[in-house]
Antibody, heavy 120, light 107 residues
């Protein structure tokens, strides 16, 4: 069974940093593109970033470009999101998701999420 | 970026009702349109992708249609477990963008 488990969330002050992790199991991690998607409290879904299966292709939402860095370690079956210069508006539940290996961009399987709160 | 507009933003319905949710893209996204269900306090679940392909394990009362800019999600006979928020998402171009969501509530 495909399983994604996020960790690393917590309370951080504005301007601070946090590194999220997403541990994958139940599928060939190195064959899948992966995403981070976030959801602010009471709000809708917002895509954050995507990384290709081999790490060669990376995209970011404009709202996080230059502050967040997505990466992966295929040997450890783990996806990461390094978040720097955090702002109050980054407060959200962060989900990792696997992209179904078909044409177009989708989020086939999701983790349960990890909460990030940016506040002084 | 492609803007996704969903309507209605909420709908009140009874068990057994037929419910239709519409999603409109600001430009042609071909058939690269996904529908997700999110129950309170849980992660989203992919129901349909691309536009009319039901994911494995999703009940057949769910169906999707459309291409280009106009899409619909239909629940043919609403069940208690279907009360949730539904999101569309275009997958034709980066950044992938979501609609604002449609909350299906109990009447």
């Amino acid at each position: 069974e495909v399983h994604l488990v996020e960790s690393g969330g917590g309370l951080v002050q504005p301007g601070g940093s946090l590194r999220l992790s997403c541990a994958a199991s139940g599928f060939i991690f190195s064959s899948s593109s992966m995403h981070w998607v976030r959801q602010a409290p009471g709000k809708g879904l917002a895509w954050v970033s995507r990384i290709a299966n081999d790490g060669s292709g990376i995209n970011y939402a404009d709202s996080v470009k230059g502050r967040f860095t997505i990466s992966r370690d295929n040997a450890k079956n783990t996806l990461y999101l390094q978040m720097n210069s955090l702002r109050a508006e980054d407060t959200a539940m962060y989900f990792c998701a696997r992209d179904k290996p078909v044409a177009g961009i989708n989020m086939e399987v999701w983790g349960k999420g990890t909460m990030v709160t940016v506040s002084s | 970026d492609v803007q996704m507009t969903q309507f209605p933003s909420s709908v009140s319905a009874s068990v057994g009702d037929r419910v239709t949710i519409t999603c409109r893209a600001s430009q042609d996204v071909s058939v690269y349109l996904a529908w997700y269900q999110q129950r309170p306090g849980t992660a989203p679940r992919l129901l349909i992708y691309p536009a009319s392909s039901l994911q494995s394990g999703v009940p057949s009362r769910f169906s999707g249609s459309g291409s280009g800019t106009d899409f619909t999600l239909t629940i043919s006979s609403l069940q208690p477990e279907d009360f949730a928020t539904y999101y569309c998402q275009q997958g034709n171009s980066v950044p992938p963008t979501f609609g604002g969501g449609t909350k299906v509530e109990i009447k």
